[in-house]
Structures are given as structure tokens and as C-alpha cells.
């Protein structure tokens, strides 16, 4: 599966942003897709992953109650909605896509820079 980010960019603190993730492929449907970000100097961190068919979300800490995972399938399309955020979520966002709950995410897409400014 080949994955396409877009919808960062630059946004004051409080504001929001949605990021979205399309994708290839015809079994979209049965990929965990899944939310991760690199800040300047720091190593990727988890943000937020979903299930294949949407009724199962999982949200790191430090976003959990300001952002919202949720996927089209009939789209082939994740998105992320970030409210609320914060100049510590300025970072780059990638979307990547696994084939179960407990495999290893192996499909990446390029990322999508969002700059929270205070």
C-alpha cells in the first residue's frame, strides 16, 4: 500500500488543523493505519492509530481529548483532526499502515509538517 499525507501547515496555538492519509490499494479496509510525529531533535513518537474498520482508536497521552482519528474506507482515506493544539505538537506528521493489531507498521507515507505557533 503507498501512502500520501497532506493537510499540515502553520496554525496558532488553540487552533486546528485535519491531516488526511490517503491510500492504494484495494483492501484498504483491513490495514490498522496508524499516526506517528517527529519533533526538531526528537525521535518519532506514537500519536494516535485506528482499526481497519474504524470502531477501535488508540490515542497517546499527550494528544488524547484534543485530537480524533477516523477513516473513510470507501475514500481509502484516514484523518486526523488535531483542536486545541499546542507549539509542542509542532512537528512532522507521517501516516503509516500495518496488516493487524500486532504487526509492525511497514508502510510509510512522506510527512506533513504542522507548526503550532504560540
Same mark, same amino acid.
Given at each position: 500500500?503507498?501512502?500520501?499525507?497532506?493537510?499540515?501547515? #502553520?496554525?496558532?496555538? &488553540?487552533?486546528?488543523?485535519?491531516?488526511?492519509?490517503?491510500?492504494? &490499494?484495494?483492501?484498504?479496509?483491513?490495514?490498522?493505519?496508524?499516526?506517528? /510525529?517527529?519533533?526538531? &531533535?526528537?525521535?518519532?513518537?506514537?500519536?494516535?492509530?485506528?482499526?481497519?474498520?474504524?470502531?477501535?482508536?488508540?490515542?497517546?497521552?499527550?494528544?488524547?481529548?484534543?485530537?480524533?482519528?477516523?477513516?473513510?474506507?470507501?475514500?481509502?482515506?484516514?484523518?486526523?483532526?488535531?483542536?486545541?493544539?499546542?507549539?509542542?505538537?509542532?512537528?512532522?506528521?507521517?501516516?503509516?499502515?500495518?496488516?493487524? /493489531?500486532?504487526?509492525?507498521?511497514?508502510?510509510?507515507?512522506?510527512?506533513? #509538517?504542522?507548526?503550532?505557533?504560540?
Amino acid at each position: 500500500v503507498q501512502l500520501q499525507a497532506s493537510g499540515g501547515g #502553520l496554525v496558532q496555538a &488553540g487552533g486546528s488543523l485535519r491531516l488526511s492519509c490517503a491510500a492504494s &490499494g484495494r483492501t484498504f479496509s483491513s490495514y490498522f493505519m496508524g499516526w506517528f /510525529r517527529r519533533a526538531p &531533535g526528537k525521535e518519532r513518537e506514537f500519536v494516535a492509530r485506528i482499526s481497519g474498520v474504524g470502531d477501535d482508536t488508540y490515542y497517546a497521552d499527550s494528544v488524547n481529548g484534543r485530537f480524533t482519528l477516523s477513516r473513510d474506507n470507501a475514500k481509502n482515506t484516514v484523518y486526523l483532526q488535531m483542536d486545541s493544539l499546542k507549539p509542542e505538537d509542532t512537528a512532522v506528521y507521517y501516516c503509516a499502515a500495518k496488516e493487524g /493489531r500486532y504487526k509492525p507498521y511497514n508502510y510509510w507515507g512522506q510527512g506533513t #509538517l504542522v507548526t503550532v505557533s504560540s
